[in-house]
């Protein structure tokens, strides 16, 4: 099986269509997606409605469930809370009850995806170093746990009792090895490159890619900018950071 993992997309409309695009070309079987489908842009609606059209399942992420009230607004920095606090208002109960029903893991035989940490999901914790990483692996019991929420894509390895991270965009999966795999942003990157980030893992050739891809991200920070989203959200797109 080929299954196209990506998440936070953020609204992003259109690096999210880019996205796709590209997985097209990917021979891809099942698409999944790592949570916050909403949060930061300008398109909350039009995103969700290509989720749930093409039924791709779907892990809840701190946006998701604050964009609903399901989760508590002052986790949030300010620019984050209007953001939310405008997503609210544009999407519909329709949209609402989607999102609130969202799982916080998504599990199969051999992987699992989680939005932030598999200790604790619900709290929205983030793994950023190998400490961080070392709790989740803890209560792993799959080889693979595919997450989001930094917006910064890499690579946690456990062998035995050592750890290692890894940035590389090519990951070959070995035995006994497991792997936290965060597959970083469509929609808001934040590792410095401003390209739209998408993962592919190939279950059979046991190889996970991290791939990028351009998209118009002076459109998408125009409507930004006219909905009247805190210019921050518009700007730090084309940092990608
Ligand atoms: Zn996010």
Redesign the pocket.
């Known amino acids: 099986m080929r299954y196209a993992i990506f998440?936070?997309i953020?609204s992003n409309l259109d690096a999210f269509e880019s996205v796709l695009a590209a997985y097209e070309k990917e021979r891809i079987d099942k698409y999944l997606c790592v949570?916050?489908i909403v949060?930061?842009g300008a398109n909350p609606r039009e995103c969700i409605k290509i989720v749930q059209d093409r039924n791709i399942p779907t892990v809840a992420?701190?946006?998701d469930w604050a964009s609903t009230a399901r989760f508590n607004i002052d986790y949030f920095k300010p620019y984050a809370k209007e953001a939310i606090l405008w997503t609210r208002e544009k999407i519909d109960n329709k949209d609402t009850e989607y999102l609130n029903n969202l799982d916080i893991v998504y599990k199969e035989s051999d992987f699992c995806l989680v939005?932030g940490t598999l200790l604790n999901p619900e709290y929205f914790d983030y793994i950023f170093d190998l400490e961080d990483a070392m709790d989740s692996f803890k209560v792993m019991s799959v080889c693979i746990c595919f997450v989001?929420?930094?917006?910064v894509p890499g690579v946690f390895i456990k062998e035995n009792e050592k750890f290692s991270y890894v940035r590389d965009n090519v990951i070959d999966i070995e035995p006994k090895k497991q792997y936290i795999i965060n597959v970083g942003?469509v929609g808001?990157p934040r590792d410095g490159d401003s390209r739209g980030c998408f993962c592919i893992y190939d279950s059979k050739e046991r190889a996970v890619w991290i791939k990028r891809i351009e998209y118009n991200i002076g459109i998408a920070q125009k409507k930004i900018e006219d909905a009247g989203l805190p210019l921050f959200l518009s700007r730090r797109l084309s940092l990608g950071h």
């Open positions: 998440s936070d953020h949570g916050d949060g930061y992420g701190n946006h939005h989001g929420h930094t917006h942003s808001q």
